[in-house]
Nanobody, 118 residues
Framework: VQLQASGGGLVQTGGSLRLSCAVS????????MGWFRQAPGKERESVGH????????YYEDSVKGRFTISRDNIKNTVYLQMNSLKPEDTAVYYC????????????WGQGTLVTVSS
């Protein structure tokens, strides 16, 4: 599974941005797609994830109600819609994939930088 993230950029506080993660290589029916982020000087943290087959989602408390993860089965792409952005959302965002039943994410895309100005 190969992942390619895109869509980062500079946005003002309160603005919106949509990240995309194009996936190629194999069927994703048995995969969970996750979004992570790493802010400067901090450890990487989970943002949330989506199960590819059922489309069920999970969000960390820090983004719940502001971020939405979705997927397009035809385009084989996962999205992270980010609304009401805050300066503390500034980070490099990564998409990743893991097989259902496993805890560790085995495939990672390159990061895309999101900067939220105050």
């Amino acid at each position: 599974v190969q992942l390619q993230a895109s869509g980062g950029g500079l946005v003002q506080t309160g603005g919106s941005l949509r990240l995309s993660c194009a996936v190629s290589g194999r069927s994703l029916d048995n995969y969970v797609m996750g979004w992570f982020r790493q802010a400067p000087g901090k450890e990487r943290e989970s943002v949330g994830h989506i199960t590819w087959m059922l489309g069920s989602t999970y969000y960390e408390d820090s983004v719940k109600g502001r971020f939405t993860i979705s997927r397009d089965n035809i385009k084989n792409t996962v999205y992270l819609q980010m609304n009401s952005l805050k300066p503390e959302d500034t980070a490099v965002y990564y998409c990743a994939a893991r097989r259902i039943g496993l805890l560790a994410y085995s495939n990672w895309g390159q990061g895309t930088l999101v900067t939220v100005s105050s």
